[in-house]
């Protein structure tokens, strides 16, 4: 109902096809076009550090997207997703040094290795939900780290494993303002592949069997089947987020990948909103932006009276870990279906602006 | 109306001690509409999810359109055409009106995970929307166009249960199973309902199967009825034999054994 009375006026449907878009109307459709195209121009008036956290926004944007079809959408949960994230990482890096394949063929093929790993995994976890499921997950997340410090082959062990930068056409993508595109671009793609991912057949079988698996297997969905499936997708959308980061920064260690990364993919998706897609990006938004605003925002004690001893500037780093568990823990009280629903609240309140509905 | 759609074959059925269906039989012909009402604990329920593929029974034989059904899994049958409501409502509370009816026709497209999100390159814009037409005339049938965009977990009881029956005939199923269609609906929606089966068995020629508690509409709708007392079947035929039965007075109808004794 709310989006039927939501759709601004004279905004008719006449065919089933209209009905159907991505976005909700063609203003946001527009908006949306102008926004990426404003983005576009970024590198030129942004300075690199800008840059450096707009490719981390895309490259974790990413993976969180997978993790939000795996647990907003499916309704599975997953401690594991830092060590896909990490084993992408390393496969693209593995497929470019040991195999001689180019890294924009590496990216996908690391994606797809990832899909086949996270499957492997996602294999006894089909069968199983809730906390326990959680477990069986974690048990993943602790079994790639081993692998990552052991197959010195695949990681490099404890040195780690160089990564080539990405070359296409010619252009080497070694820099901020170039690897940006890259960044933007698989991140556009990757954003537009889920939105019809769960627009049409097999997306619908997620939301179903997440809602209610009983009647979902009536319906003819195979559970086991789709919870596997939903298990691959999100690692390969980990993988893939993991495969753009090893050529940007051209080196990856294992001790990134670990179950603090999974918590933070889920931090990031609860934060934004379970089960949308627009919150997946606004929760990665939030949770990358959200330290470096602490930061100046506890520089500032430096230079109050209060704060200009050597106690407190030592401590400042430590007041910031605190503010951002502070800040975290008001959004779960205060939020907790996300920005996302949030953003929905707020568009309701100025359509029906003065009355409240 | 000869022709047998599915076959019941010494259905027993047991949990632990508790026999839920002992040697049940029976056999729905083609394009009727068939009721099984019974006291609560009967097994009416069970017998119901033998048939869907929820439970396995213990013993016996499922035919469904001369295949033996029995060890297929549940969203097996559904390719089969056969399609179900639930007792408890059991709709997709967070999709819309319109996305749980086309969960409906999952099984009727063909799109997987990596041609549907290349929407408009694959033809799964295509498809869609050609189901979308389909659901739609489901839609309408059950006047539901009010409501299609309408997050289904906020409707009202009869809505849901109207929106459920959609989802089972967007199947385009050969038989549907409907587990009290109308618990709990008052006397307009009730009118309604009934209304509904009567025209999804004749218009769209779907063989209905079905557990009411409502005496009144079984009896006036239905073309066949058995009745189910301790996981046993006590008869089955025309709705008046049915009625008249002295058994079934005892176990279900309510009437007293010292009546019956007077009026035999």
Request: hydrophobic share 50%; aromatic share 12%; glycine share 10%.
């Amino acid at each position: 109902m709310s989006s039927l009375t939501l759709r601004p006026c004279g905004d008719f449907r006449t065919s089933y096809k209209q009905d159907n878009t991505i976005f909700e109307t063609k203003t946001i459709r527009r908006l949306a076009i102008i926004a990426i195209l404003v983005l576009c121009t970024a590198p030129a008036f942004v300075d690199g550090y800008v840059l450096t956290l707009c490719i981390q926004i895309a490259y974790l944007g990413i993976a969180a997207m997978g993790l939000n079809i795996l647990v907003g959408y499916t309704g599975q949960i997953s401690l594991g997703h830092g060590a896909f994230f990490g084993f992408g990482a390393f496969a693209s890096a593995w497929l470019n040094t040991s195999f001689q394949i180019p890294v924009f063929l590496s990216i996908p093929l690391a994606g797809f290795l990832t899909m086949a790993v996270g499957m492997m995994f996602g294999l006894p976890a089909a069968r199983i939900k809730g906390l326990y499921l959680a477990i069986a997950t974690l048990a993943s997340q602790f079994i790639i780290e081993d692998f990552f410090a052991r197959a010195d082959w695949f990681s490099g062990g404890s040195y780690g494993a160089a990564a080539e930068p990405l070359t296409m056409f010619g252009v080497v993508f070694d820099t901020d303002q170039s690897f940006y595109y890259v960044a933007l671009f698989a991140l556009v793609t990757m954003f537009i592949w889920a939105c019809n991912l769960l627009r049409s057949r097999d997306g619908r079988a997620f939301v179903a069997i997440r809602d209610h698996y009983l009647s979902a297997e009536i319906m003819g969905i195979k559970l086991n089947k789709y919870r596997l499936l939903s298990f691959g997708i999100s690692s390969f959308y980990a993988g893939i987020g993991g495969a753009l980061y090893a050529p940007y920064l051209g080196y990856v260690s294992a001790g990134g990948f670990t179950i603090f990364l999974s918590i933070q993919f889920l931090a990031m998706i609860i934060i934004g909103g379970l089960g949308s897609v627009k919150g997946t990006l606004m929760g990665v938004i939030f949770m990358v932006f959200l330290p470096e605003v602490l930061e100046s925002a506890v520089s500032v004690l430096k230079d109050t009276d209060w704060g200009n001893v050597p106690m407190v500037i030592d401590g400042l780093a430590y007041i910031k870990e605190m503010a951002i568990g502070l800040v975290i823990i008001g959004f779960l009280i205060f939020e907790p279906q996300g920005l996302a629903h949030r953003w929905a609240q707020i568009k309701n309140y100025w359509k029906f602006y003065p009355f409240s509905y | 109306m000869t022709e047998s759609i599915l076959k019941i074959e010494q259905v027993s059925l047991a949990f632990g001690g508790v026999k839920a269906l002992s040697d049940v039989s029976f056999e729905v012909k083609k394009g009727s509409v068939f009721s099984i009402i019974g006291p609560n604990g009967a097994g009416k329920t069970s017998m119901l999810n033998c048939i869907s593929g929820r439970y396995q029974p213990n013993s016996g034989k499922i035919n469904f359109q001369g295949n033996d059904i029995t060890d297929l899994a549940p969203n097996d049958r559904a390719d089969l055409g056969m399609g179900r409501t639930f007792q408890n409502l059991a709709l997709f509370g967070h999709l819309s009106v319109l996305d749980n009816i086309m969960v409906g026709r999952h099984h009727l497209l063909k799109n997987n995970w990596l041609t549907g999100p290349l929407y408009w390159a694959s033809n799964a814009q295509k498809e869609e929307l050609e189901h979308r037409r389909k659901v739609e005339e489901v839609i309408d049938f059950l006047e539901i166009s009010h409501i299609r965009k309408s997050v289904a977990g906020t409707l009202s009881y009869g809505l849901r249960k109207r929106v459920e029956l959609a989802r089972a005939m967007a199947l385009n199923p050969k038989l549907i199973l409907l587990d009290e269609p109308m618990a709990g609906m008052n006397l307009e929606e009730k009118e309604d309902m009934a209304r509904y089966v009567l025209d999804l068995n004749e218009e769209f020629d779907i063989t209905v199967v079905m557990i009411e508690h409502d005496m009144g509409v079984v009896m006036d709708i239905s073309h066949e009825v058995m009745v189910l007392d301790f996981g046993k079947k006590l008869i089955c035929g025309l709705p008046d034999q049915v009625m008249a039965d002295p058994h079934v007075k005892r176990a279900y109808l309510g009437i007293e054994d010292e009546e019956i004794q007077e009026a035999s």
